[in-house]
């Protein structure tokens, strides 16, 4: 079984910073991507922040664009979302993911809370 653990959320004041890490328990250049979720309060929805492949390919959701930043370190088998400039609707918890190669081979971590407020 996968494991996938999260760090680094926690509260800042609005225009702050944050970096999440998300540390997975095998290879992540055998993978076909990692990335991050959201899910807002109130919401039944997990929302696609970021993502990033085995060999590079970032991709990242509008709303957060120009000011989160996802990277990886392969020999740490870690995954990053640097979040600069937060707002108060950034509040959330924050899930990492990852796909496999094979078909539904996906894991979920546990979450991490954000809360962006004054």
């Known amino acids: 079984q996968v494991q996938l653990v999260e760090s680094g959320g926690g509260l800042v004041q609005p225009g702050g910073s944050l970096r999440l890490s998300c540390a997975a328990s095998?290879?992540?250049?055998?993978?076909?991507?990692m990335g991050w979720y959201r899910q807002a309060p109130a919401s039944d929805e997990r929302e696609l922040v970021a993502?990033?492949?085995?060999?590079?390919?970032?991709i990242t959701a509008q709303p957060v664009k120009g000011r989160f930043t996802i990277s990886r370190d392969s020999d740490r088998n870690t995954v990053y979302l640097q979040m600069n400039s937060l707002k108060p609707e950034d509040t959330a918890v924050y899930y990492c993911?990852?796909?496999?190669?094979?078909?539904?081979?996906?894991?979920w971590g546990q979450g991490t809370q954000v809360t962006v407020s004054s």
């Open positions: 993911y990852l796909r496999g190669r094979r078909p539904g081979e996906e894991y």
């Open positions: 095998i290879s992540i250049t055998s993978i076909n991507y």
């Open positions: 993502t990033i492949t085995a060999v590079g390919g970032p």
